[in-house]
Structure formats: C-alpha cells, structure tokens
C-alpha cells in the first residue's frame, strides 16, 4: 500500500541527547515537510524540502536538522539545542505542480517525543 | 502577515446536534484552502476549496468559501461520537509552493 510512514511511534530522550526521527514515503511525492504540534498550537512548519538534495528552514527551524538524500525520506533530527523538544512531530508530502496551483498533503500517524 | 484563525477553539455536543466550525484567513495570493480532521494522530483531508459559493459535500460533512469575506465554514449534520476530533483549517503560505499554515484547530467533541 502507498502511503507515509514514521517511526518511532513514541520516543523518550534524555535532555542534552540528539535523536533523529524517520519519515519515508512511497507515493512518488516530490515535496515533504515537518511539523511540530504542541497543544492548542495547531500545526507549525520546521522545514521542507521540494526536492531531493535541498530543504528550507520553516517557522520554526531552530534546534532542528533535516536532511534529504532519497527523495523517499526525509528524517528530522531533534537536537540538543532545541529548548523544549518535547511535543507530537508529524512528516507529510505532497506533489508539486506549478506556482499557481496546490495539492494536498499526506501525513504520517506522527511520532510523540517526551524529554525527560 | 499571512494567518489563518480558527472558531471556537472548543466545542462540547450531543449526538444529533449540528455544528459550524469556522475559518478565517489572510494569505497573499490566495489559492486553496484546506480542512483536515485529526483525530488520535495524522490528520486527514476533508476538503480543497478554491471557488466562493460553491458547496463541496461528503456525507454529513459540507463546507464552502467566501473569498470576498475571506471565510470558509465546515458543517457537520446529525454529529456521533466518531466525528470527535480536532479539526483543522489550511491555507498555502502567499508565494510558496505548497507550503501550508494551519490554525489552530477546533475540538470537538461529541457527547452520546
């Protein structure tokens, strides 16, 4: 079945500690992003990437790595300069057509990460 | 500044009732906008609206847009408890391609 998946799930990190969270997706999309969900904040961009080999800050970028060396992953490194890490991270994808048109986004079922 | 802002923030319901959640948004160069219904994880989508006036419709649930009012509402009829959820709405950032920013969400709930 296509779709976008993440893993882990649930993910607990010592503060200080780097961790790194997957997303790959076997739709064929050119396009993937990361969010970051904290309650009541709704869904806020950490980076995207358009193709493979390039990726653009988000809103919300510091504290955040990401790399795209396969256009069918896009993994996210939480790092320890992130100041509250802890929050659900969910990857998404899409197509890309031209500057005047827009396409949905796929999402992944998320991963929670607690630091403790 | 582009921003999308949605109405309430929660809601409480009765199995049976209908509600109308609301969006509002400011994007430059306005071309879609999104509803998605997240309910214990990935969020999926609802509806793409780009046309004002034109209703798009998915059993209990509709929605519609007022590109002159900048507003879209999404209605659901005859609620259950499975329409519990937080819902979200979308607009693409002006000028980018693809790149969305979401309110903060509606959550509703659903009371037998």
């Known amino acids: 079945d296509g779709g976008i998946t993440q893993s882990p799930k649930y993910l607990f990190r010592k503060e200080g500690q780097n961790v790194t969270l997957s997303c790959e997706q076997n739709l064929n999309h050119d396009a993937m992003y990361w969010y970051r969900q904290d309650p009541g904040q709704g869904l806020r961009l950490i980076y995207y990437?358009?193709?493979?080999?390039?990726?653009q800050k988000g809103d919300i970028a510091e504290g955040y790595s990401v790399s795209r060396e396969k256009k069918e992953s896009f993994p996210l490194t939480v790092t320890s300069a992130q100041k509250n890490p802890t929050a659900f991270y969910l990857c998404?994808?899409?197509?890309?057509?031209?500057?005047?048109?827009?396409?949905?986004?796929?999402f992944g079922p998320g991963t929670r990460l607690t630091v403790l | 500044e582009d921003k999308v802002v949605q109405s309430p923030l929660s809601l409480v319901v009765h199995e049976g009732d209908t509600v109308t959640l609301n969006c509002s948004y400011e994007?430059?160069?306005?071309?879609?906008l999104l509803w998605y219904k997240q309910e214990k994880k990935a969020p999926t989508f609802l509806f793409m609206l780009t046309s004002s006036g034109i209703e798009k419709k998915s059993g209990r649930l509709s929605s519609i847009l007022d590109k002159k009012e900048l507003f879209s509402i999404l209605n659901i009829t005859a609620t259950q408890t499975g329409d519990s959820a937080i819902y979200l709405c979308a607009g693409p950032y002006g000028g980018s391609q693809g790149n969305l920013i979401f309110g903060k969400g509606t959550k509703l709930s659903v009371k037998p």
């Open positions: 990437s358009q193709i493979v080999n390039d990726f």
């Open positions: 998404a994808s899409s197509i890309v057509t031209g500057r005047h048109s827009y396409n949905e986004q796929f």
């Open positions: 994007v430059t160069n306005f071309r879609s």
